[in-house]
């Protein structure tokens, strides 16, 4: 590990040359097109088994299907990546609508199939999940049957699923690109300047209060000023949702989350009711840091301030070192593989304008390579959250020996990989800190993630269920979303910040997102169960590596609930399971009033 120069943009001409104009990718896409009509013919024909010697056949259609959805998915992976590293690539938003399209054509064509598959006489049925080309993937399998079955007619979803594209999906590509053109100007440092929404977002943990309030202010506006369109696209984008649900017959809004999630209600419940009891030792960190800003509460904009002058600054080449070191003691493999990823140029860390706010870990399944995005200015969060993606990227190489079906993870499972690599780095730079008030700083760090999943997570989680409960009476209009976000945040936060964000609910990309309905729970279950797996890692060191590789590998061909029983010995839908990572971060707030006291 004594490289001292790694690339600090990704290697995307590995996958396809050109980027949107590439004729790689065109050949790619038509070539898929071509052969997904094919298959969907094939699917077309296929009749419910009626024999069990039908199962040789189940089987090569599974096969073929997956690797047309590995095709569908490299490039989307690809589209991805053009589109965060430059905002304003018209083509591949062209191609984003492509890709769409052609995932919802294979998604409806599968899910007839899936069906079909589903009406076998239980014998059948039997034969087919036990086929020696099958029985690994009889998770998959019985889940696909069980929801076949709380599904409409082949027909009826096939028409639901060509309808998205337009009227659905449509509504999630026209927020974004609502967003895309959006700017404000803000005076920093005495110079005035044109920023997108998200490098203004950036500038709210400014150690300036005058640059955070005018920040505040400036993006309120931005948002109030198309806040009518956003109330479209989310109404709509719910609205959808909900015909759909009642048409199947659905009436609790959380049942496809918690599907997709493979969770169970109670697991929720419990998750949930374990935060609530135990927020007031992070109101009482709320409220010291008001008290060191010098207010009596703090404002919205001041919640990701910082109170101490963090003087810690790390190259890009340095804080890859930090994290390979770190990564090392408690992974060798992870190590290796991270340090892979650094050498080869899996990942996009420019600080540059142009680029898509925030960051994320994309997989490419063909290649089994991942890319990595975010913008690297120095900073320990900035370690941390590389450090966060690597965990993302290392769960799917760990998966590389399990049959591709079973690599379909959930989000929740998804956060827990990351929020663990995470939490190492974390971990560790409070401890190698160089002064109290570099400790102090990192350690105010550590805890605001703590306060964004047990508060801002869960004021996401009671706006959205509130909105769709409403939602069902008719359009909710902006003036509501407004009220219905200010509630939820005092709520969330116990009344410990004097000011809300009442336009959060258009502000946040993840409640206009049409991949994944309620995108935040899982945020907070992939932090409170990865605690678990921290603690067993700490106690155990690098003999738990292959303990943690072999949960990794189980997380998409069992429930969490099972997941947690075989791996970590623990009743998740308990209270008392989520009460042990909770005290976990209790003991960084414990540490940091303390510190803070002198």
Excluded at 13 to 41: C, I, M, N, P, Q
Excluded at 159 to 175: E, K, N, P, R, T
Excluded at 206 to 221: G, I, Q, S, W
Aim: net charge negative.
């Amino acid at each position: 590990m004594t490289k001292t120069s790694y690339p600090i943009v990704w290697d995307l001409d590995v996958f396809f040359k050109g980027g949107s104009e590439s004729e790689e990718l065109r050949r790619h896409l038509d070539e898929t097109k071509e052969r997904l009509a094919t298959y969907a013919d094939k699917l077309q024909q296929f009749t419910t088994p009626t024999s069990s010697g039908q199962a040789d056949e189940v089987a090569n259609l599974i096969e073929e299907g997956s690797d047309i959805s590995f095709h569908i998915r490299q490039a989307g992976a690809f589209v991805s990546c053009l589109e965060a590293q430059d905002m304003s690539d018209a083509k591949a938003s062209a191609l984003r609508s492509e890709i769409t399209e052609l995932s919802a054509s294979y998604g409806s064509a599968f899910n007839a199939f899936k069906q079909k598959l589903s009406k076998a006489e239980e014998n059948v049925w039997e034969a087919i999940v036990n086929h020696e080309k099958l029985s690994e993937l009889s998770f998959v399998l019985n889940e696909w049957r069980d929801s076949a079955k709380e599904q409409l007619s082949e027909d009826e979803e096939a028409l639901i699923s060509a309808l998205s594209v337009d009227g659905y999906h449509a509504w999630g590509q026209m927020y974004n690109t609502i967003v895309g053109g959006m700017t404000v100007n803000v005076t920093v440092d005495g110079e005035e300047k044109e920023l997108s929404v998200g490098q203004a977002n950036n500038l709210l943990s400014h150690e300036n209060p005058e640059v955070r309030k005018d920040v505040y202010e400036k993006l309120e506006a931005a948002w109030k000023e198309k806040e009518s369109l956003f109330a479209n696209t989310l109404n709509h984008l719910a609205g959808f949702r909900l015909n759909t649900y009642k048409k199947r017959g659905w009436d609790n809004v959380l049942k496809e989350p918690l599907d997709i999630n493979r969770m169970e209600q109670d697991t929720l419940d419990a998750m949930w009711g374990a935060i609530t009891k135990h927020k007031q030792p992070f109101v009482d960190f709320l409220y010291r840091k008001a008290e060191l800003l010098g207010k009596d509460k703090l404002e919205w904009y001041d919640l990701g301030a910082p109170t101490q002058k963090n003087n810690q600054k790390l190259s890009y080449d340095e804080g890859a070192s930090f994290i390979l070191k770190h990564f090392e003691q408690f992974s060798p493999k992870m190590a290796e593989f991270s340090k892979t990823a650094f050498e080869d140029a899996w990942i996009e860390a420019e600080d540059r304008p142009g680029k898509r706010p925030g960051g994320f870990c994309t997989s490419f399944p063909l290649s089994e390579q991942s890319r990595i995005f975010m913008t690297y200015s120095g900073s320990m969060s900035n370690v941390a959250t590389l450090a966060h993606e690597l965990g993302h990227a290392f769960h799917s190489y760990a998966l590389k020996p399990v049959h591709p079906l079973n690599r379909r993870y959930a989000m929740n499972v998804a956060e827990t990989a990351s929020t663990f690599a995470e939490m190492i780095v974390a971990d560790a730079s409070v401890k190698e800190a160089e002064t109290e008030e570099d400790k102090i700083a990192l350690l105010e760090d550590k805890l605001q993630r703590s306060v964004a999943f047990f508060m801002n997570i869960h004021s996401r989680f009671l706006f959205e269920t509130r909105f769709y409960e409403e939602r069902k009476n008719g359009f909710v209009p902006a003036s509501r979303l407004n009220e219905l976000t200010d509630e939820a945040q005092r709520e969330a936060y116990c009344d410990a910040v004097n000011s809300t964000s009442p336009s959060y609910w258009s502000n946040k990309l993840h409640f206009h997102i049409t991949g994944v309905p309620f995108y935040n729970f899982p945020y907070t279950f992939g932090y409170l169960f990865s605690l678990s797996i921290y603690a067993k890692a700490l106690e155990e060191g690098t003999s738990y590596e292959d303990k943690y590789i072999a949960l990794l590998q189980d997380t998409a061909r069992m429930s969490v609930e099972d997941l947690a029983k075989k791996h970590l010995d623990e009743d998740i839908t308990k209270e008392s399971f989520w009460e042990k990572g909770i005290e976990l971060c209790k003991k960084d707030v414990e540490e940091y009033l303390q510190l803070t006291s002198k």
